[in-house]
């Protein structure tokens, strides 16, 4: 079976950002909602991040008809218990909050904080019309800094040092950032169940 073009259900043009030419590395194709002509933005009910990926995947391939791949993701604090998780996008009071605000209220909940450990998750569902899915996870470990740092990138990139680096991921930049992240590391994964699921 030849592999499907894959629409990619998000509304995050830093995550569209990413996806796109780790796809392209992966040798996946696909296309953005927005060049597919379909919006889609379900409600994200869901408690673990697979189950919100699969919401967004879901939604978008009713709206599309097409296999659709969709990621959520979050940073989990150990300071704070694992918030914001699957929280997030909206930690800071909304979707209508800057980047800028959310890295802000980060670091005020963190600023009596000795513990700096925290790690992002992603985690990539993909939806078929036949009613196959797939899912892959990655995870990247790091720390949280007292001041952001950085311009690249999006969401808590300037106040996340990965692990072995001395530098954010907004400073990093997208080069370092695509081979390392938990998104990364989720397609890759994503990429292997892919090929099992296709019968490759
Ligand atoms: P879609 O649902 O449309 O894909 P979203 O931004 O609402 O976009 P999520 O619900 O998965 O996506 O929220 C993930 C949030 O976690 C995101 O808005 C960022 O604040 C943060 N986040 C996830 N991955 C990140 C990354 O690689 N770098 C920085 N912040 C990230």
Redesign the pocket.
């Known amino acids: 079976m030849s592999a499907p073009v894959f629409l990619l259900?998000?509304?995050?043009s830093?995550?569209l950002a990413?996806m796109r030419p780790i796809f392209a590395s992966l040798g996946i194709e696909c296309v953005s909602m927005r060049e597919a002509g379909v919006s889609s933005?379900p409600e994200?009910t869901g408690v673990t991040?697979e189950e919100?990926a699969l919401i967004?995947a879901r939604a978008a391939m009713g709206a599309s008809g097409m296999p659709s791949v969709?990621?959520?993701?979050?940073?989990m604090v150990d300071a704070l218990g694992g918030a914001?998780g699957?929280m997030?996008?909206r930690?800071a009071g909304g979707?209508d909050v800057s980047?800028a605000e959310?890295c802000a209220y980060l670091l005020a909940k963190m600023a009596d904080k000795e513990q700096r450990s925290a790690r992002?998750v992603?985690c990539i569902a993909c939806v078929f019309p036949d009613g196959g899915k797939v899912t892959a996870h990655g995870t990247c470990e790091g720390r949280i800094i007292r001041a952001p740092r950085g311009e690249s990138?999006?969401?808590?990139?300037p106040v996340?040092v990965p692990e072995g680096y001395d530098e954010t991921?907004a400073e990093l930049g997208p080069e370092i950032?695509n081979g390392i992240?938990?998104?990364a590391r989720a397609l890759l994964a994503f990429k292997e169940e892919l090929a099992r699921y296709l019968g490759r």
């Open positions: 259900a998000t509304n995050n830093g995550k990413e933005d994200e991040f919100n967004k969709a990621d959520d993701s979050g940073l914001p699957v997030s996008a930690f979707h980047d959310k992002f992603s990138g999006f969401g808590y990139d996340f991921f950032k992240s938990h998104r």
